[in-house]
């Protein structure tokens, strides 16, 4: 179901649903977050329109508008989209309301109806209203949902299957992964061949605020840490120390750094490197949960990669007897 091929052709048609040209391999698609638990993206369709033509432009491009069945999920989308449509409606039957995905229902009736199949809904207090006659779902801003028109138009938030929300820069690959603890985020970076991002000089740190502009403004964890020793700032995929000391500190052997104003400053107990859509840093607790930047080295784009495909996977089945 979620072959690499197929999800190259389904990543192609939302580039050019999107008016970008090969987003999957070098092109920006910041309006993107991974979403691991479901090994789907959820991208944002930027174009103003009814939901009626939304759901059939996704549809066109083999894609569907999101099915949302999580906290977690809803957040996710939610950064990516904003006030945004999504795939839910009880167009066949007033108050059926059903996912364009596998076309389930989730929930029966008004405001004051219930969940069918204990499925995760988050309608906003007092909705789904059918106000006037409203059988399409949007997702307001915080979060919540609410029914809207024919008529209304908004964008629309897609799922796509696998890992879409890659950039290219300067010849690495930067993901925005769904938020956890840094942590977490570290190891799902690891796992998918790379590392939470160093940032190496301003262009990379730009480069990677940009991506958070795109997402709300939201923050991202990076790959500093001084969880060994306490002012002894270090990357996570070097292990090279990059700062010495709290706000009046210094940078180690010239290294690129980027402090807010007063940081690190260790409050409470900050070990872990956030970068805000401004571009600065910050420290950080690893429990509090943001957006993460996975780094990764992109694989020559020669028959040598071929090759390394071909060697890996005899390796791998011998690694693991
Ligand atoms: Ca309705
Ligand atoms: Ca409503
Ligand atoms: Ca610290
Ligand atoms: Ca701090």
Same mark, same amino acid.
């Given at each position: 179901?979620?072959?690499?091929?197929?999800?190259?052709?389904? !990543?192609?048609?939302?580039?050019?649903?999107?008016?970008?040209?090969?987003?999957?391999?070098? +092109? *920006?698609?910041?309006?993107?977050?991974?979403?691991?638990?479901?090994?789907?993206?959820?991208?944002?369709?930027?174009?103003?329109?009814?939901?009626?033509?939304?759901?059939?432009? *996704?549809?066109?491009?083999?894609?569907?508008?999101?099915?949302?069945?999580?906290?977690?999920?809803?957040?996710?989308?939610?950064?990516?989209?904003? #006030?945004?449509?999504?795939?839910?409606?009880?167009?066949?039957?007033?108050?059926?309301?059903? =996912?364009?995905?596998? #076309? !389930?229902?989730?929930? +029966?009736?008004? +405001?004051?109806?219930?969940?069918? /199949?204990?499925?995760?809904?988050?309608?906003? @207090? @007092?909705?789904?209203?059918?106000?006037?006659?409203?059988?399409?779902?949007?997702?307001?801003?915080?979060?919540?949902?609410?029914?809207?028109?024919?008529?209304?138009?908004?964008?629309?938030?897609? &799922?796509?299957?696998? #890992?879409? !929300?890659?950039?290219?820069?300067?010849?690495?690959?930067?993901?925005?992964?769904?938020?956890?603890? =840094?942590?977490?985020?570290?190891?799902?970076?690891?796992?998918?061949? @790379?590392?939470?991002?160093?940032?190496?000089?301003?262009?990379?740190?730009?480069?990677?605020?940009?991506?958070?502009?795109?997402?709300?403004?939201?923050?991202?964890?990076?790959?500093?840490?001084?969880?060994?020793?306490?002012?002894?700032?270090? =990357?996570?995929?070097?292990?090279?120390?990059?700062?010495?000391?709290?706000?009046?500190?210094?940078?180690?052997?010239?290294?690129?750094?980027?402090?807010?104003?007063? &940081?690190?400053?260790?409050?409470? /107990?900050?070990?872990?490197?956030?970068?805000?859509?401004?571009?600065?840093?910050?420290?950080?607790?690893?429990?509090?949960?943001?957006?993460?930047?996975?780094?990764?080295?992109?694989?020559?784009?020669?028959?040598?990669?071929?090759?390394?495909?071909?060697?890996?996977?005899?390796?791998?089945?011998?690694?693991?007897?």
């Amino acid at each position: 179901m979620h072959q690499s091929t197929r999800t190259t052709v389904r !990543a192609a048609a939302v580039c050019a649903a999107l008016g970008v040209t090969a987003c999957i391999s070098n +092109s *920006a698609q910041a309006g993107a977050v991974y979403d691991p638990v479901n090994n789907l993206s959820y991208v944002l369709d930027p174009t103003v329109r009814t939901w009626t033509e939304a759901n059939n432009a *996704a549809i066109a491009a083999g894609q569907n508008l999101v099915r949302i069945r999580s906290a977690g999920a809803n957040e996710a989308v939610r950064v990516v989209g904003g #006030n945004a449509w999504i795939g839910a409606t009880d167009q066949v039957t007033e108050g059926d309301w059903r =996912w364009t995905v596998g #076309n !389930a229902q989730f929930w +029966s009736g008004l +405001s004051n109806g219930t969940p069918v /199949g204990g499925l995760y809904t988050n309608w906003n @207090g @007092g909705e789904p209203n059918n106000a006037g006659g409203e059988n399409y779902a949007q997702m307001s801003g915080g979060g919540g949902w609410n029914d809207l028109p024919a008529t209304s138009t908004l964008p629309a938030v897609r &799922e796509v299957a696998g #890992n879409q !929300a890659s950039t290219i820069f300067n010849g690495k690959r930067y993901t925005v992964i769904a938020a956890d603890t =840094w942590g977490n985020a570290r190891a799902q970076a690891i796992g998918m061949g @790379g590392n939470l991002a160093r940032i190496d000089d301003a262009a990379e740190d730009s480069f990677v605020a940009g991506l958070l502009s795109g997402l709300n403004g939201a923050s991202a964890w990076i790959g500093g840490s001084d969880e060994v020793n306490e002012g002894d700032w270090r =990357w996570a995929d070097n292990n090279q120390q990059f700062w010495q000391g709290l706000a009046a500190g210094t940078p180690v052997n010239g290294a690129y750094t980027a402090w807010n104003g007063g &940081e690190p400053n260790d409050a409470g /107990g900050e070990d872990y490197l956030e970068i805000h859509s401004s571009g600065g840093w910050n420290d950080l607790p690893g429990s509090v949960t943001r957006l993460g930047i996975v780094e990764q080295a992109v694989p020559e784009p020669t028959g040598l990669a071929l090759l390394g495909l071909l060697m890996s996977a005899p390796l791998a089945r011998r690694r693991r007897r």
